[in-house]
Structure formats: structure tokens, C-alpha cells
């Protein structure tokens, strides 16, 4: 585990983890979670379009191109980790910018947790929508507080014992939009691959799989 906080979160550090250390530290069966929790911006492109950015320490809000890391960059570095499964998790305010969409393969395929975790996979959830501010609970951010939640277990939508990226973000899609009222609704996509990025969630003494409900 890695951890870059507070003053330590400089563009060239965040960089120098992603395009240098991780590469060197990952191998081709290796899962990797990058989870980003910060401040985000989106920028009007002069030929049209947008592009998303998130926000190191040492940004200067006058010059993101050159001081902040667009979702373009993200993409590119996503190329040179060999994981086979990668995911992004972005509790930020930029929104879902940066998400391509596509599908994987149907749950109902034989053997499906086997062939997803065979191939490989960059998947994304963002915390928000476009134009949509993210909201704090309990010290951190409320798609934080659903995230764990569904890693905890809640997660495993078909009860199958396990958690994918997809049932990570249609869940969180639907809690987070509810506890804020329809304020911040997440985003998830695929960079790169069909397969999945998949969680084994803790098990309780009795070996049942620990899932709160979802009432609570």
C-alpha cells in the first residue's frame, strides 16, 4: 500500500508513482486500486468538449493543463501498468469525465467469475455526475461511506460471494444517490478490457458473508 496525503500530493509525485514506481512493482496477474479522494475541476476546451482534471497540492487553478492531471494523462498511465486488473476510484468533485463506456461479459455466461478474472481489465467509478458537487459524511466523503459498504459485502448484488467493479458501481449509483437526495448520482466505465476487477468481501465467524442491509 502507497499513500501520498496532505503535502506530499504534488503533481510530479503522483506522476512518479503512477508511470514509474508502479510499473516497476506490478506484474501481469496483479490486481492494482488507485483510489483518489480530493478536489477535481473540469475545463471548457476552446474547440469544444471538456476535459476533467484532478487537483494536486500544488496546482495552480490559472494553468490546469500544465499543473493538474487531466483525465487524458490518466488514461495514457492506465497503458503503462502491466496489472491485469486495474481500477480507479475517484472521490472527487470533477464528476465523471474521463469514463468510456463499455461492456463486459453477461453474468449469466458459464463460468462467469473464472473468464472475468482470466482477462484483463481497467475499469473507473467516479463519486459524481456532470455539474455535480460531491457531499462529506462522517469526516470523509459520502460516496467514501458507501464504497467501504459495498466492499464490506452489501456490494455483491447477485450473492454469488463476490463483488465486481460493475455491482461496486451500480451499487454505489444507487446509494449515494439516494442518501443525497438525487444531489450526486456516481459514474462508473471501462478504460480497457471485458474482464472484471473483482473483491472477496470479509466473511462473518459463522462463515456467511458479511452484508448489512441495505435499509440501514
Known sequence: ?????????????????????LPQKVGPEDRVVIFFAGHGQTETLTGGGEQGYIIPVD??????FTKAISMTQVRE???RIPAKH?????????????LVRGLGLNPGVERYVEKITSMRSVQMITAGGKNEQVRESHGHGLFTEYLLKGLEGDGDLDGDGVVTASELGTFLKAQVSLASEHQQTPQQGRLDGEGEVVFIPPKTMDGSWAARSHAD
Not at 496546482?59 to 490546469?64: C, L, V
Not at 486495474?86 to 474521463?98: I, K, P, T
Open 77 to 79: 498511465l492506465s497503458q
Open 59 to 64: 496546482a495552480d487553478n490559472r494553468n490546469y
Open 86 to 98: 486495474l481500477l480507479y476510484v475517484m472521490d472527487s468533485c470533477y464528476s465523471g469525465y474521463g
Open 1 to 21: 500500500v502507497v499513500r501520498i496525503l496532505d503535502r506530499e500530493a504534488t503533481r510530479e509525485r503522483i506522476l512518479n508513482l503512477l508511470a514509474t514506481e
